[in-house]
């Protein structure tokens, strides 16, 4: 089943910057991808297309705008777009290394370094942010030299201080774990990723990073939005999901695997989260992947 997703060659070269796409078509032909690069894909007069970003699958609305980070899976799909409409895409990959740590650690670049951070989950979004970017994007492509790397960094703070941005994937999905703001977050979800198969207790998660319950409780929901139940369970939610898209084992035998007690209750949290069964996630998502 992985074979069907295709690891992209980018034209990015080790001194190269960034590289902008500008194009029009009729129809998505690339299969879906990952690359180590980060990718930000804006698309116009596409309504109807199905996009594919981790574990996530939605449809297009209106403009689209998609950050996705390194070695996220991600690709479009006709899906009920109108094949008679000329589309407008602009792909722009840049490197990772672009920024590094002693810089993203100043003050006016920390909302780019959360922008990258949650970008490892992917990120769509809004149409008043498409919207308020939209003539930066446009005129982007059509500058050169220096000026296209001021206008380039411009654009990424438009994007880190928009509102409304919907993260796509669930947290375990993403190929690297990034708790920058909590160390302890960070060893407890290191810690329920070795033990995702087995009961977790969130008396013996607080006694990991030496905190009572109660604080520990409230830690973790400042940090991450979530109960330690709703957290474990997302993070089991992305093991399955990666283990339905890569494997051809059967949901019985993925569910137990990834900790759940019972198929009804997998079904039942995995359809809240997805709005599908995992049945009907594995056909959904092997559909989007024959575009080979």
């Known amino acids: 089943m992985k074979d069907s997703i295709h690891r992209e060659i980018t034209p990015l070269k080790d001194n190269d910057c960034f590289l902008i796409f500008d194009r029009e078509r009729k129809g998505f032909t690339f299969p879906i991808h990952f690359h180590p690069e980060f990718e930000i894909n804006y698309i116009a007069h596409a309504d109807g297309a199905k996009r594919v970003v981790g574990d996530h699958i939605g449809t297009v609305e209106g403009k689209e705008l998609v950050m996705a980070g390194p070695n996220l899976y991600h690709g479009w799909e006709n899906g009920k777009y109108n094949m008679e409409n000329i589309m407008h895409e602009i792909t722009i990959q840049f490197p990772r290394e672009l920024f590094d740590e002693a810089l993203f650690n100043r003050n006016l670049l920390k909302p780019i370094k959360e922008l990258f951070n949650n970008a490892n989950q992917g990120i769509l979004f809004s149409q008043e942010t498409i919207k308020q970017i939209e003539p930066k994007l446009l005129e982007l492509s059509k500058k050169r030299s220096f000026d296209s790397f001021l206008a380039f960094q411009s654009l990424l703070y438009d994007l880190a201080i928009s509102r409304d941005q919907q993260l796509l994937t669930n947290v375990a999905f993403q190929r ?8 302890r977050i960070e060893t407890v979800y290191n810690y329920i ?41 997302e993070i089991r939610l992305g093991i399955a999901t990666r283990s339905l898209i890569e494997t051809n084992k059967s949901v019985s035998e993925i569910c137990y695997e990834c900790g759940f007690n019972n198929i009804s209750n997998f079904n039942r949290i995995f359809k809240k989260r997805q709005d599908c069964t995992p049945s009907e996630f594995r056909v959904n998502f092997t559909g989007v992947k024959n575009v080979l």
Not at 176 to 183: A, L, V
Not at 199 to 214: C, I, N, P, R, T
């Open 176 to 183: 690297q774990s990034d708790f920058h703001n909590s160390e």
């Open 193 to 233: 990723k070795e033990n995702y198969a087995n009961k977790l207790k969130v008396e013996d998660a607080a006694h990991l990073v030496s905190m009572s319950v109660a604080s520990f409780s409230r830690l973790i929901k400042q940090r991450t939005g979530k109960s330690f139940v709703d957290f474990v369970n």
